[in-house]
């Protein structure tokens, strides 16, 4: 079985390669293709597997898209920013006939995907195309199926959390989908959608170790679109966040409330230049001032957990008011890769069943295996991975 990874080399999907190389069983030839061909064959050399192999693409030049993936049985999409690249890649892979999973974390991209008739035509060619499976959305979503099996008959809210440690691996497709979370952040209310910037509204929430209690505030996430899908009942759906140290989260809240994220140009010395590319601009220059980790340091910090998730649901069992929260706590891009993987190995043996355009919470129908699944690939690849569940029942008399 091959399968095609683009943006292989990425910062997230690195981890989920390297975890099939230690875990996998599926796949026989693993491809790691992007533009950059130097960085994807160093990296195939310091993997030192047979099974792995470098490539070049541009995804968005359809040809050459077509020309990698044509022999293989799953396209894994790990390049970025999805509202950018996600239509022209899901289109060319369905001419193609090729089963696809992605961890598409903008809510942009499922609303133009799902409103055009990509998903017909999956369905059509009997191919399964899951969006969304990595660690939110993903795993969080997965875990959020798993609770409502185990602990509801019906739901009336769930409230998505994530804390991010600024300092996690990620490149320039992470931070320009940041801004545009913060800039337009959709949530339902009341069963109605509603669409306002984040740090207009705060709350606190306890993550527990190791970022204990937090101001969060609203962000614009997919879970806001898939999760509904699954439970088509639920009125209320928010995702909210805050990033560590504070300072970042702060500094983020000032680009925010100075109207730094608008995309409208004004003119500077004659050019046209949007308050959004210029922040994008300032934070990656100051990015690039700050000394990077080096291989070894990144292995010491992530040996730590940097990144904590959460769910809360409330809703109803056997006539009684229930609440749940479960909390995660474990690395970014582990939690973003593995899950993708366990999905392409789940494509490519053909357990997925259902056919079409998936949200994750659609396509993992045995979602506690996955989540136990999850866990034990994360800790086998020697990083810390903790889940705990807390559920309440309300009685008043
Ligand atoms: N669901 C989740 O939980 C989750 C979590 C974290 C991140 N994400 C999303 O994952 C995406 C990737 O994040 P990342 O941190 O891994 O970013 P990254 O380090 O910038 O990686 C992006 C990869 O895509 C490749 N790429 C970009 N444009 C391409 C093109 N036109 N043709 C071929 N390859 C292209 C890049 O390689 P070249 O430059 O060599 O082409 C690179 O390998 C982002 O959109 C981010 O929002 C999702």
């Known amino acids: 079985m091959k399968l095609v990874v683009l943006g292989g080399a990425g910062s997230q999907a690195l981890y989920g390669v390297r975890d099939l190389l230690l875990h996998g069983k599926v796949f026989t030839e693993v491809v790691i293709c992007s533009r950059n061909i130097e960085k994807n064959r160093k990296i195939v050399e310091s993997l030192n597997s047979p099974i792995v192999k470098a490539a070049q693409v541009d995804v968005s030049d359809k040809e050459s898209l077509r020309r990698v ?5 799953v396209v894994a999409n790990c390049t970025g920013p999805y509202h950018e690249l996600a239509y022209g890649i899901i289109e060319t892979v369905i001419e193609a006939g090729k089963h696809y999973v992605d961890f598409c974390d903008d809510i942009e991209a499922f609303h133009e995907i799902f409103r055009s008739d990509l998903p017909k035509k999956a369905e059509e060619k009997g191919l399964s195309m899951i969006m969304g499976l990595g660690a939110s959305p993903g795993i969080l979503s997965v875990f959020a199926r798993s609770a409502n099996e185990r602990f509801f008959d019906s739901l009336e809210e769930a409230v998505f959390y994530f804390a991010v440690d ?44 190791p970022y204990g209690k937090r101001k969060v505030t609203r962000i614009g996430h997919p879970e806001v679109f898939t999760f509904p899908r699954y439970a088509t009942e639920t009125k209320n759906v928010s995702v909210r966040f805050c990033l560590e140290p504070v300072a970042s989260y702060e500094g983020f809240r000032d680009v925010s409330l100075r109207g730094l994220t608008s995309v409208h140009p004004f003119m500077i010395n004659g050019n046209p230049v949007t308050p959004r590319d210029f922040t994008m601009a300032a934070m990656l220059a100051q990015k690039a001032m700050e000394p990077a980790m080096t291989e070894a340091e990144l292995k010491e ?97």
């Open 301 to 397: 910090f992530l040996r730590q957990p940097t990144a904590c998730a959460a769910i809360e649901l409330h809703g109803q069992k056997d006539g009684k008011c229930v609440s749940f929260v479960g909390r995660i706590n474990g690395n970014m891009a582990p939690l973003t890769a593995i899950p993708l993987f366990i999905g392409a190995e789940m494509l490519a043996q053909g357990k997925i069943r259902k056919k079409g355009i998936l949200v994750v919470e659609e396509a993992i129908e045995e979602a506690d295996a996955f989540m136990r699944e999850t866990a034990e690939r994360i800790r086998g690849n020697g990083f810390s991975y903790t889940i705990r569940e807390d559920f309440t029942v309300t009685t008043e008399y």
């Open 166 to 209: 600024s300092r996690e691996p990620g490149g320039p497709a992470v931070l320009g989908h940041m801004l545009e979370c913060i800039h337009n952040a959709p949530y339902i209310k009341d069963g109605v959608m509603h669409n306002e910037p984040s740090f207009r509204e705060e709350w606190d929430f306890d993550f527990h170790a």
């Open 69 to 73: 993936i044509s022999d293989c049985d």
